[in-house]
């Protein structure tokens, strides 16, 4: 058993997987569809190869993750969430909702709002693509800031 710092459940939690690498590596293996160190890497956020192999080793070693060989080439490696992974999908999904809501984001309201509405068929949504090793993605790639104001 690890020693935390507090005995805080949200203390705990953020101890597993509160820095902003790792949730994004969460979500893209959630709602993106990504698998690879390459994918990740060219994810668009701007992670150093060297925090990504750190991240990707924290979450396996934390239960979040599974790292598999890749059955066509056995030396690379696909990465997939756990059972404790996927459960995470209502907090990603109230993080995605929050940030769309109180910040400038790229997010069209649109969608949003739908996935707001329908808080559980989006994370059913994501549990099956999960349980059906379906890697499409559950969201498009939204707009950076410098991709928005070009639009303007």
Not at 110 to 138: C, F, G, H, Y
Request: proline content about 3%.
């Amino acid at each position: 058993m690890q020693n935390h710092r507090s005995g805080c459940p949200v203390s705990v939690s953020l101890e597993v997987f509160g820095d902003k690498w790792s949730l994004l590596i969460v979500r893209d293996l959630m709602v993106r569809g990504l698998r690879t160190f390459r994918e990740f890497e060219r994810s668009g956020e701007g992670i150093a190869t060297n925090i990504l192999a750190d991240r990707l080793r924290k979450l396996e070693a934390a239960g979040i993750i599974t790292a598999e060989a890749e059955e066509t080439d056995g030396r690379r490696c696909n990465y997939r969430l756990t059972q404790k992974g996927i459960d995470l999908a209502p907090v990603l999904l109230e993080l995605l909702i929050w940030g769309a809501r109180h910040e400038e984001t790229g997010a069209p309201c649109a969608l949003i709002l739908q996935m707001e509405k329908n808080r559980e068929k989006v994370i059913e949504e994501a549990r099956r693509r999960w349980r059906d090793r379906d890697s499409t993605p559950l969201l498009p790639k939204f707009a950076d800031q410098g991709e928005r104001k070009k639009k303007r």
